[in-house]
T-cell receptor, first 113, second 113 residues
């Protein structure tokens, strides 16, 4: 039973386009929703994160949108660049449970020049 | 500044062999954890620790043991390797606080034949 479901599994976008990745969760106790970026051969690295009391967070070209009632959150990559080609993971955690991360299945993004 | 260091980077084991994956962090983080990454399944938590001498099971603990005798080190032991344990293993560490960023090592690619 996957507690965090991520879609799509992969996407191809042209340079300058918008990449959108969606995640849905089941456990309403989750209180922290980070996104991690992973390049081939490397470990995941934190990209951006949001708390459930905020509906949107923007850092540069990356934006998280959060819909608490629908139990969904998404990552938007604006003006996608070839250097953004990577695998992206959404995740969720519960502070009271030691901040253990529950990950989605990942989305492989390819930005074509 | 080394961060989280995992050794070895690659390992091939025969079914039934045992081995220890090493993980060390130099950031004085309280929390440490082990994940395995399999295609389409994201990262799944194997074991985690909230401090020296304290460990607990994650989502997929069977076949693995951990111990944490120091703040810096968190080794993962495979007791009797099975082909189903072929995966990429990541160690991560973080501070104890809410919204704490998890820092990942570069991973160990393990193949069990």
């Amino acid at each position: 039973q996957q507690q965090v479901k991520q879609s799509p599994q992969s996407l191809i976008v042209q340079k300058g386009g918008i990449s959108i990745i969606n995640c849905a969760y089941e456990n309403t106790a989750f209180d922290y929703f980070p996104w991690y970026q992973q390049f081939p051969g490397k470990g995941p690295a934190l990209l951006i994160a949001i708390r459930p009391d905020v509906s949107e967070k923007k850092e540069g070209r990356f934006t998280i949108s959060f819909n608490k009632s629908a139990k969904q959150f998404s990552l938007h990559i604006m003006d996608s660049q070839p250097g953004d080609s990577a695998t992206y993971f959404c995740a969720a955690s519960i502070k009271a449970a030691g901040n253990k991360l529950t990950f989605g299945g990942g989305t492989r993004v390819l930005v074509k020049p | 500044n080394a961060g989280v260091t995992q050794t070895p980077k690659f390992q091939v084991l025969k079914t039934g062999q045992s081995m220890t994956l090493q993980c060390a962090q130099d950031m004085n983080h309280e929390y440490m954890s082990w994940y395995r990454q399999d295609p389409g399944m994201g990262l799944r938590l194997i074991h985690y620790s909230v401090g020296a001498g304290i460990t607990d099971q994650g989502e997929v603990p069977n076949g693995y043991n951990v111990s944490r005798s120091t703040t810096e080190d968190f080794p993962l032991r495979l007791l009797s390797a099975a082909p189903s344990q072929t995966s990429v293993y990541f160690c991560a560490s973080s501070y104890r606080g809410y919204l704490a960023e998890a820092f990942f090592g570069q991973g160990t690619r393990l193949t069990v034949v």
